[in-house]
């Protein structure tokens, strides 16, 4: 007798599944809507309620001038409400993004021009790879024939740049899908990941690979891990899309 169930979105045995009304069973982790994306959030956004007018007798009711007070004792100048202070820090935020995205492009265009040819050394590369195998982190629970060997990079949060000389060797799961890798990813390197519980892209992480040097490329979070391979580059980027 089996006992739990898959969760649909990122693959884990729950003993405790949560059934969605999309007719899909997810882990704790992602039981929210917003947290495996799922298609009745989306339906119920797009399709508003319709509205129904009602006639109703207002005769009886007081006036509204008994009800509220006199505008002109009470005077608010709406420029200094506090919606202002939210509207410029999400300014602020867009503006961070942008900048953000400038300076990834920014680093692979240099990184272009300094940069050495690579070398086609079977025995050099063979060399790396063991390097990068032997200092990779990841989940201790994945099987070794299921490992996928990544260097990582992160857009620094403050300053909105990558460091160059940084590159963190992490393993991933082949069949899990991108979104779980990119969760474990920012276990291990202790990022701040509210993706689960948000839908504000300004405060998501994002997963680009780069080929090239020009050519962006975002990994959707329902794709599988399977499409990496073993040495690829990734880059994390907080709230920037392309």
């Given at each position: 007798m089996e006992i739990g169930e898959?969760?649909a979105?990122?693959?884990?045995?729950d003993?405790?599944?949560?059934?969605c009304s999309c007719?899909?069973s997810?882990?704790s982790q992602?039981?929210?809507?917003?947290?495996?994306?799922?298609?009745?959030?989306?339906?119920?956004?797009?399709?508003?309620k319709?509205t129904t007018?009602?006639?109703?007798?207002?005769?009886?009711?007081p006036?509204?001038s008994t009800?509220?007070?006199d505008?002109?004792?009470?005077?608010v100048?709406?420029k200094?409400?506090?919606?202002?202070p939210?509207?410029?820090k999400?300014?602020?935020?867009?503006q961070?993004n942008?900048?953000?995205?400038?300076k990834?492009?920014s680093f692979?265009?240099?990184k272009?021009?300094s940069s050495?040819k690579v070398?086609s050394?079977?025995?050099?590369?063979i060399i790396?790879?063991a390097?990068?195998?032997?200092?990779?982190k990841g989940?201790s629970?994945i099987p070794?024939?299921?490992?996928i060997?990544?260097w990582?990079?992160?857009?620094?949060?403050e300053?909105?740049?990558i460091d160059?000389?940084?590159?963190?060797?992490?393993f991933?799961?082949r069949?899990w899908?991108i979104?779980r890798?990119l969760?474990?990813i920012?276990t291990q390197l202790?990022?701040?990941n509210i993706?689960?519980?948000?839908?504000?892209s300004?405060?998501?992480l994002f997963?680009f690979?780069?080929?090239?040097?020009?050519?962006?490329i975002k990994?959707?979070?329902?794709?599988?891990?399977?499409?990496?391979?073993?040495g690829d580059?990734?880059y994390?980027?907080?709230?920037?899309?392309?």
């Amino acid at each position: 007798m089996e006992i739990g169930e898959h969760c649909a979105f990122c693959g884990q045995i729950d003993f405790l599944p949560f059934k969605c009304s999309c007719k899909s069973s997810f882990c704790s982790q992602h039981r929210q809507t917003e947290a495996h994306n799922c298609p009745n959030l989306k339906l119920k956004t797009s399709s508003p309620k319709p509205t129904t007018n009602i006639d109703v007798d207002t005769s009886h009711l007081p006036s509204a001038s008994t009800l509220f007070p006199d505008r002109s004792k009470f005077k608010v100048d709406l420029k200094t409400t506090e919606t202002n202070p939210t509207n410029l820090k999400g300014t602020l935020i867009k503006q961070n993004n942008t900048s953000a995205i400038s300076k990834l492009k920014s680093f692979f265009a240099k990184k272009s021009k300094s940069s050495k040819k690579v070398s086609s050394n079977p025995s050099k590369r063979i060399i790396e790879a063991a390097q990068l195998k032997s200092k990779a982190k990841g989940d201790s629970k994945i099987p070794a024939s299921e490992r996928i060997f990544i260097w990582v990079q992160v857009l620094d949060e403050e300053n909105n740049q990558i460091d160059k000389d940084t590159k963190s060797p992490m393993f991933i799961s082949r069949g899990w899908p991108i979104g779980r890798g990119l969760d474990s990813i920012a276990t291990q390197l202790k990022l701040k990941n509210i993706n689960n519980r948000t839908n504000d892209s300004s405060q998501r992480l994002f997963l680009f690979k780069v080929e090239n040097g020009e050519n962006f490329i975002k990994l959707n979070t329902s794709d599988r891990c399977s499409s990496l391979k073993d040495g690829d580059n990734v880059y994390i980027v907080r709230g920037t899309e392309v």
